[in-house]
């Protein structure tokens, strides 16, 4: 049976399906170990552009990806190999798609390999195919993906983690476009666009031996970046919006759009985890119903740039260094969290895990101002002599 690869239909059963990469992106959690080498050697299917995200929204206004979508425009067409560049969860997988939908050889099939997750013994007979005979358990012959995609699209996912010895059989494909399966002596014809994608650095991976000179040159004839989410914060409104219309129809749920001020939130986080990290977010928010997800359950903790000075006498005081780092961080939690919830005190102290009296001397010792428009009051002393009357 074949496997979905790719799932960026947005017409789902309203249950949650197993799938190798979910999500309306195609960039969701990867499969479990036990199925992660099954589900790597089967064909992806070919998207069509109802399936793919629209344009406006995974391009979205940002100079850099609308830079990006240049780039393909021009590119697609062309017979050439391009390597696509980028952190985890940055949707480099939709992006082949896109190109596979836009060249001439959108109507052919869409192979994925996805090269980390193929053991190292079989990578080979999958790539090339092997013949009947070739090796114990080959009781029948079988075509490779390089065969499977003749026509098509071959996307070579995460090639950084091919071993030195697969590196050179496919640069010599590559060169010469002919290959063998494991067990014949006839050339066969790759006929085939090659799109690869890796996270890594490649310039220092070449640098270091992990990763063939030869190969990086042939393959990065055409070569796009994408940016990491942090580097495009105007586009995540959009994202946002689309995402909440989406799972609110994966789920069946009538989630609100969200406030400003935690618009404005997710606009600041830095997303180490990119466009998935986004996408999990917001079906948090969707399941949950609350807008208290993005802040009782993150998991992004950014620590905040902070400098100090020694005491006239030269001595650096670490527990009032600790001391001042702290009222600066509950400074700013407590800020947002009352910001999000519309400067309502007892949710904030609720969602914070803290009473309510509590709270209160939180916001004076911060200088917080007690009530929603009213002027910030002076802070209490920076560092108090006795800590142990603040409130449980």
């Keep these: 049976m074949v496997a979905k690869l790719m799932c960026l239909n947005c017409r789902l059963a309203p249950e949650m399906r197993s799938k190798s990469r979910g999500g309306l992106f195609g960039i969701g959690s990867l499969p479990s170990n036990s199925m992660a080498s099954?589900?790597?050697?089967?064909?992806?299917?070919?998207?069509?552009?109802?399936?793919?995200?629209?344009?406006?929204?995974?391009?979205?206004?940002?100079?850099?990806?609308?830079?990006?979508?240049?780039?393909i425009e021009r590119a697609a067409g062309l017979n050439v190999p391009i390597l696509i560049l980028g952190e985890s969860g940055t949707g480099k997988e939709v992006l082949a798609h896109f190109i596979h939908s836009r060249s001439p050889w959108r109507n052919g099939p869409f192979v994925k390999v996805n090269c980390p997750a193929i053991p190292g013994t079989l990578i080979e007979s999958e790539l090339f195919g092997y013949e009947e005979g070739a090796f114990t358990g080959a009781v029948a012959a079988k075509p490779g993906r390089m065969e499977q995609a003749n026509g098509g699209t071959l996307f070579l996912d995460e090639i950084a983690e091919l071993d030195a010895s697969?590196?050179?059989?496919?640069?010599?494909?590559?060169?010469?476009?002919?290959?063998?399966?494991?067990?014949?002596?006839?050339?066969?014809?790759?006929?085939?666009?090659?799109?690869?994608?890796?996270?890594?650095?490649?310039?220092?991976?070449?640098?270091?031996?992990?990763?063939?000179?030869?190969?990086?040159?042939?393959?990065?004839?055409?070569?796009?970046?994408?940016?990491?989410?942090?580097?495009?914060?105007?586009?995540?409104?959009?994202?946002?919006?689309?995402?909440?219309?989406?799972?609110?129809?994966?789920?069946?749920?009538?989630?609100?759009?969200?406030?400003?001020?935690?618009?404005?939130?997710?606009?600041?986080r830095d997303w180490p985890g990119n466009v998935r990290e986004l996408e999990n977010c917001m079906a948090r928010y969707v399941v949950l119903g609350s807008e208290d997800s993005f802040y009782v359950?993150?998991?992004?903790?950014?620590?905040?740039?902070?400098?100090?000075?020694?005491?006239?006498?030269?001595?650096?005081?670490l527990k009032r260094i600790a001391q001042q780092v702290t009222r600066r961080m509950e400074h700013d939690v407590i800020l947002k969290v009352l910001q999000a919830n519309h400067w309502n005190r007892r949710k904030t102290a609720a969602i914070l895990k803290i009473s309510y009296r509590a709270l209160l001397y939180k916001v004076r010792q911060a200088g917080l101002p007690a009530k929603r428009g009213q002027p910030k009051v002076e802070a209490e002393a920076k560092f108090p002599a006795d800590s142990s009357a603040e409130a449980d």
Excluded at 297 to 317: A, L, M, S
């Design 38 to 71: 099954s589900a790597a050697l089967k064909v992806a299917p070919s998207l069509n552009s109802a399936e793919l995200p629209p344009e406006h929204i995974y391009f979205g206004p940002s100079e850099m990806m609308q830079a990006v979508r240049q780039k």
């Design 166 to 268: 697969l590196q050179a059989k496919l640069l010599h494909v590559l060169q010469d476009g002919q290959f063998m399966r494991i067990g014949d002596h006839e050339e066969r014809r790759m006929d085939a666009r090659v799109i690869c994608a890796t996270n890594r650095q490649l310039q220092r991976e070449i640098e270091t031996g992990g990763f063939r000179a030869d190969l990086f040159y042939r393959i990065n004839v055409i070569t796009i970046t994408l940016p990491a989410l942090r580097d495009r914060r105007e586009d995540i409104p959009y994202l946002v919006e689309y995402l909440r219309e989406q799972f609110n129809r994966r789920f069946q749920r009538d989630a609100a759009p969200l406030s400003k001020e935690t618009l404005h939130l997710l606009q600041r």
């Design 297 to 317: 359950e993150r998991t992004e903790r950014p620590v905040p740039h902070f400098t100090y000075e020694p005491t006239p006498d030269g001595n650096i005081p």
